[in-house]
């Protein structure tokens, strides 16, 4: 009883961390195509979620922690389930009926955990360097031109896009099955998976049009 409870809870606890980064992917999306839509509003915005105390030391740590453990809990069920699979391969007939996305969540996890560290490198480190070592005077103005300048280098952007396209592969299948591991079966199955495939995609390619859209457009530094 006691292997197959902690299972369910590791997939249970799976899902949970991963629909909350989905949240965050949503928020995070809202805000940064305000770079391309209205600059004056990304500032202001961007402004107020660096200098509020609430965000920087209450939701900036939980999100963190949130990604540290999806990242960690992924590896730990990949190893349990590649065990599980040497035991039984006999009757598992590989890709039969799995999609190579639910078959390679660990290959896109990993391409999305490459991507967050160059990520926190390009603006988290240097924002966290910016107002907690530096300590320079506060100008509201300055993160549209510093986000634009991020998306000069064309092999940076490159990254990005491919990264998101591993994003796309990822949520296709995580998105959709974390409803099913956190026992969401009900009439309203379908449309929410229906919900959750057009997320998928919707929001990598969102992303990936900002990534185009700032490199293409960018500002005199
Ligand atoms: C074109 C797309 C994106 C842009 C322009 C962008 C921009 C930014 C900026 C400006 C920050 C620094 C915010 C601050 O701390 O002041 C940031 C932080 C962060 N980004 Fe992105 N981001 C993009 C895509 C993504 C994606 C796809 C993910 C997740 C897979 C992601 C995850 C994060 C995380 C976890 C942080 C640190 C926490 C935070 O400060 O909000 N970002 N991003």
Redesign the pocket.
């Known amino acids: 009883m006691g292997m197959i409870s902690s299972s369910i809870a590791r997939k249970v606890a799976m899902a949970l961390s991963g629909l909350f980064l989905v949240f965050?992917?949503g928020q995070?999306f809202t805000i940064?195509i305000m770079?391309v839509i209205a600059p004056d509003l990304f500032n202001e915005t961007?402004h107020f979620?660096?200098s509020n105390p609430l965000v920087q030391y209450l939701l900036?740590p939980v999100?963190?922690f949130g990604?540290v453990f999806h990242f960690v809990m992924g590896f730990i069920l990949e190893l349990k389930n590649r065990k599980a699979r040497e035991v039984s391969y006999a009757k598992y007939k590989g890709s039969a009926n799995a999609s190579w996305a639910s078959r390679n969540m660990i290959i896109s996890g990993l391409v999305?955990l490459a991507?967050?560290g160059l990520?926190?490198y390009d603006?988290?480190i240097p924002?966290l360097i910016h107002k907690y070592v530096e300590s320079h005077p506060e100008d509201p103005t300055r993160?549209y031109a510093e986000?634009v300048h991020k998306f000069e280098n064309p092999i940076r952007v490159g990254l990005?896009v491919l990264?998101?396209v591993l994003?796309a592969v990822h949520l296709w299948h995580g998105f959709a099955s974390s409803f099913q591991s956190v026992g969401f079966n009900n009439k309203y199955a379908t449309a929410l998976t229906k919900f959750a495939k057009m997320y998928a995609i919707l929001i990598p390619a969102g992303?990936i049009f900002?990534?185009i859209y700032?490199h293409l457009n960018q500002i005199p530094h």
Request: glycine share 4%; net charge negative; no cysteine.
């Open positions: 965050f992917l995070h940064n770079a961007s979620m660096g900036q999100l963190i990604v999305i991507f967050i990520h926190f603006f988290w924002e993160y986000t990005y990264a998101f994003l992303f900002i990534a700032l």
